[in-house]
């Protein structure tokens, strides 16, 4: 049974065919979707120079998607300090915290968003990459900001996204809530648990270690078509493997037609046993697993897949057999924002 509550990641992937203001322009439509399925919360997250993913700044999304609902979160996840002004940060999202009732989340992140120099570059005006010290900075004057600055009431949540011991350490020391990018690094899940709850200190934003995992979940009414929606995305994984540029989000046909070398094979299924992916049923399971095996007070869902309906459908699915589980999927974690 899932007595967590259920999120949702997005990415806005641009697909082969299609252009960024198509992607754009599902925004609201989904985050409506999403509230009415019962989900808790969407986060943005920040991507640059991608053909597959949008620039699309996650404040202005978070923006756009409050004002199109009511009762949902919404928020970053992450917007990537190195590439802000702490202070400016704390403004946007302090400023719609208190225009959309105290339900905007503040999700922090470390990398740059991009995998090109030249684009990392532009973004930090020409510096050179941000060092930890200089991000654990950030992460704190940010949080200085929105007390002492901004001062506007509700607060947003502010949480760190975290894929390493070194991030779940500096949101220890804060007493911050922790997102876990499972989705991407699930090697290093059980270290950087151990190491945030092993080290949490209570602070004014959390009382306890409060901990999100994001899962990668693709589910569908078929093996067989979870397998063909999961395709697009293992070639983009394959083209990460080999360091090569990126491409544009393939279609599922092109994607059946695509190559694997054995060796992205292995990696691929390595990948796999981590995530969720399947049938209602084999889903859920394999998320009450993660949910147990985590300790996760909330799972956070992102689905990578081509078409706005497949992707809606796969949350619909998830929703609807969690329901049949018995599982509440809407347990209230602590309000971290006071």
């Known amino acids: 049974m899932i007595d967590v509550p259920l999120s949702i990641l997005e990415v806005a992937a641009v697909q082969a065919g299609t252009q960024a203001v198509d992607s754009l322009r599902q925004t609201a439509t989904f985050a409506q979707k999403a509230e009415r399925l019962g989900y808790r919360r969407i986060w943005y997250?920040?991507?640059?120079?991608?053909?597959?993913?949008?620039?699309?700044?996650?404040?202005?999304?978070?923006?756009?998607?409050?004002?199109?609902?009511?009762?949902?979160?919404?928020?970053?996840?992450?917007?990537?300090a190195p590439n802000h002004p702490p202070l400016g940060l704390a403004e946007q999202f302090g400023t719609l915290a208190a225009l959309h009732g105290g339900r905007i989340d503040l999700g922090v992140g470390r990398g740059p968003g991009t995998l090109d120099a030249a684009t990392a570059r532009a973004l930090r005006r020409g510096a050179e990459p941000?060092?930890?010290?200089?991000?654990?900075?950030?992460?704190?004057?940010?949080?200085?900001?929105l007390v002492e600055e901004v001062a506007l009431e509700p607060l947003p949540e502010p949480w760190l996204l975290v894929s390493s011991?070194?991030?779940?350490?500096?949101?220890?020391?804060?007493?911050?809530?922790?997102?876990v990018a499972h989705h991407i690094r699930p090697d290093n899940t059980p270290s950087v648990l151990e190491c945030y709850r092993g080290a949490f200190t209570t602070s004014r934003w959390c009382a306890k270690p409060t901990v999100l995992v994001c899962v990668?979940?693709?589910?569908?009414?078929?093996?067989?078509?979870?397998?063909?929606?999961?395709?697009?995305?293992?070639?983009?994984?394959?083209?990460?493997?080999k360091a090569t540029a990126e491409i544009p989000f393939p279609t599922p046909e092109d994607a059946a037609a695509h190559s694997f070398t054995p060796q992205?094979?292995?990696?691929?299924?390595?990948?796999?046993?981590?995530?969720?992916?399947?049938?209602?049923?084999?889903?859920?399971?394999?998320?009450?697993?993660?949910?147990?095996m985590t300790g996760a007070q909330e799972l956070m869902l992102t689905t990578?897949?081509?078409?706005?309906?497949?992707?809606?459908?796969?949350?619909?699915?998830?929703?609807?057999?969690?329901?049949?589980?018995?599982?509440?999927?809407?347990?209230?974690?602590?309000?971290?924002?006071r």
């Open 45 to 80: 997250a920040e991507h640059h120079h991608s053909p597959a993913i949008g620039a699309f700044p996650p404040v202005v999304l978070t923006a756009h998607a409050a004002a199109s609902t009511s009762t949902i979160r919404l928020g970053s996840g992450g917007v990537l």
């Open 130 to 145: 941000a060092t930890d010290a200089e991000y654990q900075d950030d992460v704190a004057a940010i949080l200085t900001f």
């Open 165 to 179: 011991t070194a991030g779940a350490a500096l949101a220890a020391r804060l007493g911050l809530p922790i997102a």
């Open 216 to 241: 990668e979940t693709i589910c569908a009414d078929s093996e067989e078509q979870a397998e063909r929606l999961a395709g697009p995305m293992n070639v983009i994984k394959a083209g990460l493997l």
């Open 264 to 292: 992205e094979q292995q990696a691929l299924d390595a990948f796999r046993a981590h995530q969720a992916y399947g049938t209602p049923d084999v889903v859920a399971r394999r998320l009450a697993d993660i949910a147990a």
């Open 304 to 337: 990578p897949v081509h078409a706005l309906d497949d992707r809606l459908r796969s949350f619909e699915l998830v929703k609807k057999e969690v329901g049949a589980m018995g599982g509440t999927a809407a347990l209230r974690i602590p309000d971290t924002s």
